[in-house]
């Protein structure tokens, strides 16, 4: 079965990341989603969050939007399908995709469930940020199915999808879920991930740069609000448009990354070797804690819809940039 | 002398982050710059770079720029004072900034010679990356004059100057540097760091992250152009938009950063003890080095001007819309 024809997507559990993969599948023509959750209100909730999803609006936001089809029109054209059985929503699925609770109980009892139910040649995804595919599918009878689908937040406008595989996954099943979320027109970029390891690719990149901000923090060398303000005066507009080893490679001129590993190699030897070896647990190293929380909430306290808004609407400015096309010749843009 | 009144800097060392401050301190009404540079094709040099740099073209831009006075006409008005002696260049000056090279001896040794021809009450600045204030001022009489203003890459565009005192630099030194930097109008977002640290902040946050970034490529789970899309995918917009402790209180919802050092806090300490401690330099953990170069050039070769054009283009929308207003009730931006 090609990616390109339209698929019957189960989708199993409705938070945020569901909801948003939700409008994501129905932006596809001929897509049939098929919903489950097990919250009381299910139907009032998905009839109210769906539309401010489809169409990428912010997600905080307020206003009626356009593109968005209400739900019961979609209900009744077939596409939408609100299921009160896990049974019923995964009957006929192509694909069966899990948002649920991060738990390893939960998600190993789930496949085994949803193994029994779906048909034999549906794919399985998850979208965990942590638990990996072979963790998760301990349960299941064929180890082949189930990859991980990691999406970033904000779900509706980060391209970033992390598609990692457990070692015994098919490599078609792979390819099927990469070649799913690059068609043409698609603002998302999957990339596949060649090794379970925790935290996958993002996360680990992120961590690894959040705890020497802590580190500096904790060391007075900068207070959180200066040190936000340094990443978006520099790394964060860098990063937007070059990739880290990209700007590297620009930035060692004709010799490339090479060069600037020999020219900044003592600089850069000299910071590792100092870097913040600070926990998150335990009693020893986590000294930073108290002091990093008390700055952050009193530069930032609690954003409000107002402040997410503008920030959603910025953000998605960004990603259209990304891949917009500048022309040397052309007028400034 | 407030920094809101004209000033006279003396600019030594005119590379690309010399020009790029020429253009910089030539933007603001009355300034005088004078400019010394010990290479032979001294005027030639300015004449044809400094154009570029003035009304922010992208630096490698062929293209005339409207905003761009001929460097006659600004000599001819005494705007612009090119000087074939140190000691004329800063003979006059409420300002000098050094862009030399990176080298302890040579920065030790023009301080001391500076110091000996300009005004007592004139600022002195370097742009130094890597070595600090402390350590060039050793052969200087007069401790409290000289700090760090480290500009970024690619200084005509990036926002970020970090300010760098020694431990005794005099704290009005320190404001006068700052305050020149904020006035109003700026594209520029000057940080005063608290300590003198090998790499600032910003190097210091860059080299973590690529750190892990040449460990997850030594260890095979991603190759280096797929993590570059990865951090472009997700992290580059998150923090072009938001630093990463904001992105953090916001990602932990009510319960701002706390909740989510609580609920992340395993995951994160098991991303951090299984960091790479890899090394650029000495015998062990550089097996990463040759993998990682080969990646990169194949990935990226040596970029063309057209590709560099397209990428600063692309930057100055990035930092252009970090300070554009979204009003949540207007038309969608």
């Known amino acids: ?9 189960a989708l199993i559990g409705l938070g945020t990341i569901g909801i948003s993969m939700a409008a994501l599948h129905l932006s596809r023509d001929g897509n049939i989603v098929e919903v489950f959750d097990t919250r009381p209100d299910f139907e009032d909730y998905i009839s109210k969050m769906l539309p401010i999803y489809m169409g990428q609006a912010p997600s905080t936001s307020s206003k009626p939007n356009p593109d968005a089809q209400p739900v019961p029109s979609l209900v009744s054209s077939g596409r939408l399908r609100i299921h009160s ?3 019923s ?60 689908v990691h999406p970033f937040n904000p779900p509706n406008i980060m391209p970033l999808l992390e598609i990692v595989p457990a070692p015994g996954t098919s490599s078609e099943r792979v390819e099927f879920a990469r070649e799913y979320f690059s068609v043409p027109g698609s603002r998302h970029r999957p990339v596949v991930i060649r090794k379970e390891i925790p935290g996958f690719v993002g996360n680990r990149l992120a961590f690894a740069l959040l705890r020497e ?7 007075d060398v900068v207070d959180a609000k200066d040190l936000d303000t340094i990443l978006m005066a520099s790394l964060g507009p860098r990063w937007a448009g070059n990739g880290v080893f990209e700007s590297y490679q620009q930035g060692g001129g004709e010799g490339g990354i090479r060069a600037f590993l020999e020219k900044l190699g003592e600089t850069m030897q000299n ?9 998150v647990l335990g009693d020893e190293g986590t000294e930073w804690k108290e002091k990093v929380i008390s700055q952050v909430d009193e530069a930032y306290g609690t954003l409000s819809t107002e402040q997410i808004q503008e920030k959603e609407a910025r953000l998605k400015e960004f990603v259209r940039i990304q891949t917009k096309k500048y022309t040397p010749d052309g007028p400034e843009v």
């Not at 990996?132 to 064929?142: E, F, K, V, W, Y």
């Open 1 to 9: 079965m090609s990616t390109s024809s339209p698929q019957r997507i």
């Open 271 to 279: 910071i590792w070797d100092g870097q913040g070896r600070i926990n």
């Open 85 to 87: 059985s896990l049974e």
């Open 89 to 148: 929503a995964c009957a006929s699925a192509t694909i069966v995709q899990e948002q649920g609770p991060e738990n390893v109980d939960w998600k190993q009892s789930i496949w085994a469930q949803i193994e029994a139910v779906a048909p034999p040649s549906a794919h399985f995804w998850t979208s965990t940020s942590g638990i990996a595919a072979s963790i998760q599918q301990l349960q299941m009878r064929d180890k082949t199915r189930l990859l991980v």
């Open 213 to 219: 901000a802590c580190y500096l923090v904790q060391e």
